[in-house]
């Protein structure tokens, strides 16, 4: 006889398969479906005709609309307070698609999408034992209570049918243990992910039932996403409750705090309702892992976990109907909120301040060499995390009399592989910087320079506003656009340390003083309230700013990375 352990976490996955760094391209990893039944006609059968007919989840397509095409992506994205069983729910919903009745799943091999880690008591004296299945992942991390689980994001994508690939996101949780400042990271981490997709599907809330009160963490995260994604996504939010056989599958006391939550988001009027809010029981699937673990239950038990997850298939049938065809996809170009413009703001800064410092370059160039060979930023597309050590001698070349920096990266680790300083003497990078150079004999080129540096400048000044009168949280970096320019003042200082001689850095390092100060001088424009920004000001000088080839340059090879580490990010099923 077993039991379950209500209090405890679980969470589950397959080995990621190791991907190519050469081309970011993955292997990707298959499971059999245990029960092929293909029924051809049947993939435009309506839900309720799917369940009549008996037909399984993994053989079931969603009728065809106008919006739909071939193959078309349906992205979910899953949020919850860590422990809440997010990655317990991948899993479970996976076998939801494959197996239709539990007998099926027990008596074949259930699909760990991730590691299964568990608490079980055994016996009449009650041993505890704890169930482990699947391959380790250095993504899920069971040693540490209360911090979030997941460590990264990760996607997972299976066919449903003949046309939909399903995407489901796994995050890391909400109100980790490591503080507001980890809750900053995974939030900016799940930023950063979803900002590579074209449109979002849903974003599917994990609460349990029956919680007296929701996590602070939880309230922050949540209104922070919705923020960031804007009034549009208020219709494709829905919510998903785990085990919830105990409050006869019904959200319980939990209802009543996320109906005071919602009311006092900035965002209003989120529906919380029968149609978009579906319950389940993660139980049933930990059942059936148990049992691959040779361990027995009484026949009431068995009982129990059969009517679980029969009515837990129905809800994932629902849930998969009310996704694919009930939902508008919510389109990135859609994400005209505030916070979405300081976080494209916070991706341009670097390619700014680095165009800055490259025109002072080729203005110096101009004159004091009255030279036609000039400066251009080079980015290097890269493949994996990495960062740059600050305690590392860094090797100096020279480029048209110019002394640069070499970026020297390194995989993101806890130690630099080289000298061993700690994680926290490294800055992080999604592009090193090479340097060429090209010749020039427009009359007309020190002009464009000039225009271009004051474009850039006028720029600057305009979104340090933006972030200093929308900065609401107040453990985050104040001025990130500082924190940037004084590294790369501190840069060009070391140079001239370092070569020991009155040359072009110096002169270099004097302008780059000179543009501090004045960025400083400038006074800020102080709004009132975030009501009276004028953000469509705001996106139009973003996108006049990305325009610049420059610029441009640089943000294809931060594209470029994100969408490698996405696709080194995701696992396909089938």
């Known amino acids: 006889m077993g039991s379950t352990s209500s209090t405890s976490t679980?969470?589950?996955?397959?080995?990621?398969?190791?991907?190519?760094?050469?081309?970011?391209?993955?292997?990707?990893?298959?499971?059999?479906?245990?029960?092929?039944?293909?029924?051809?006609?049947?993939?435009?059968?309506g839900l309720d005709a799917a369940v009549q007919n008996d037909v399984p989840l993994s053989t079931w397509s969603?009728?065809?609309?106008?919006?739909?095409?071939?193959?078309?992506?349906?992205?979910?994205?899953?949020?919850?307070?860590?422990?809440?069983?997010?990655?317990?729910?991948?899993?479970?919903?996976?076998?939801?698609?494959?197996?239709?009745?539990?007998?099926?799943?027990?008596?074949?091999?259930?699909?760990?999408?991730?590691?299964?880690?568990?608490?079980?008591?055994?016996?009449?004296?009650?041993?505890?034992?704890?169930?482990?299945?699947?391959?380790?992942?250095?993504?899920?991390?069971?040693?540490?209570?209360?911090?979030?689980?997941?460590?990264?994001?990760?996607?997972?994508?299976?066919?449903?049918?003949?046309?939909?690939?399903?995407?489901?996101i796994d995050t890391p949780g909400m109100g980790d243990t490591r503080g507001l400042d980890q809750d900053d990271l995974n939030m900016q981490e799940i930023l950063s992910f979803i900002n590579n997709l074209p449109h979002l599907n849903a974003i599917c809330i994990l609460l349990k039932p029956n919680e007296s009160r929701l996590n602070v963490g939880f309230r922050s995260y949540f209104s922070r996403l919705i923020e960031f994604l804007g009034e549009n996504v208020r219709n494709n939010v829905i919510f998903c409750f785990t085990n919830t056989r105990a409050t006869f599958f019904t959200p319980g006391n939990t209802a009543l705090q996320l109906r005071e939550l919602l009311a006092n988001l900035r965002i209003k009027d989120i529906p919380f309702k029968k149609s978009n809010t579906f319950c389940f029981d993660s139980e049933s699937f930990r059942y059936i892992v148990a049992c691959q673990n040779r361990i027995d239950f009484e026949e009431s038990q068995k009982q129990d976990y059969e009517?679980?997850?029969?009515?837990?298939?129905?809800?994932?049938?629902?849930?998969?109907?009310?996704?694919?065809?009930?939902l508008q996809m919510n389109s990135r170009t859609e994400w005209k909120s505030i916070d979405y413009a300081r976080f494209q703001i916070n991706q341009v800064i670097r390619p700014m301040l680095e165009t800055i410092r490259n025109l002072f370059r080729n203005l110096i160039l101009h004159d004091e060499k009255s030279s036609t060979k000039f400066i251009e930023l080079s980015p290097i597309p890269i493949y994996?995390?990495?960062?740059?050590?600050?305690?590392?001698?860094?090797?100096?070349?020279?480029?048209?009399?110019?002394?640069v920096y070499s970026d020297q990266t390194d995989i993101i680790s806890e130690k630099c592989p080289q000298c061993g300083s700690s994680r926290h003497s490294h800055i992080d990078v999604n592009y090193p910087l090479d340097y060429k150079s090209f010749d020039n004999t427009n009359s007309q080129y020190i002009d464009e320079i000039k225009k271009e540096l004051d474009q850039l400048k006028e720029a600057i000044i305009t979104f340090r506003n933006f972030i200093s009168n929308t900065n609401q949280t107040v453990h985050l970096s104040s001025d990130p656009i500082l924190t940037i320019l004084n590294r790369i003042i501190s840069e060009e200082k070391y140079i001239c340390v370092e070569k020991q001689t009155e040359d072009l850095n110096s002169i270099l390092k004097e302008k780059l003083d000179g543009f501090h100060a004045e960025y400083q001088q400038r006074p800020s424009k102080s709004e009132s309230n975030r009501n009276s920004i004028d953000l469509e000001k705001i996106y139009k000088q973003i996108e006049k700013i990305t325009q610049m080839e420059t610029i441009r340059n640089q943000m294809n090879a931060i594209e470029q990375y994100n969408k490698t580490y996405m696709v080194q990010q995701e696992k396909v099923l089938c």
């Open 10 to 45: 679980s969470n589950v996955d397959n080995k990621m398969p190791s991907s190519k760094p050469a081309d970011g391209s993955p292997r990707q990893s298959s499971h059999k479906n245990v029960r092929v039944k293909r029924l051809p006609q049947q993939e435009t059968l």
């Open 62 to 168: 969603p009728p065809p609309t106008s919006r739909q095409t071939e193959k078309t992506f349906t992205n979910v994205l899953l949020l919850g307070e860590s422990g809440v069983g997010k990655s317990t729910f991948i899993n479970a919903f996976v076998n939801y698609l494959k197996f239709d009745k539990l007998e099926l799943a027990r008596n074949g091999q259930p699909i760990t999408v991730m590691p299964v880690s568990f608490l079980l008591t055994v016996g009449n004296t009650f041993d505890e034992r704890i169930v482990r299945f699947g391959d380790d992942d250095s993504n899920e991390i069971f040693d540490h209570p209360g911090q979030s689980v997941t460590q990264q994001c990760k996607s997972y994508v299976f066919t449903i049918g003949t046309r939909t690939k399903l995407r489901l």
């Open 384 to 403: 994996y995390p990495s960062s740059i050590c600050i305690k590392c001698k860094r090797t100096l070349k020279c480029c048209n009399d110019f002394w």
């Open 307 to 326: 009517e679980s997850w029969v009515y837990s298939v129905k809800e994932s049938m629902r849930l998969l109907t009310y996704i694919c065809i009930d």
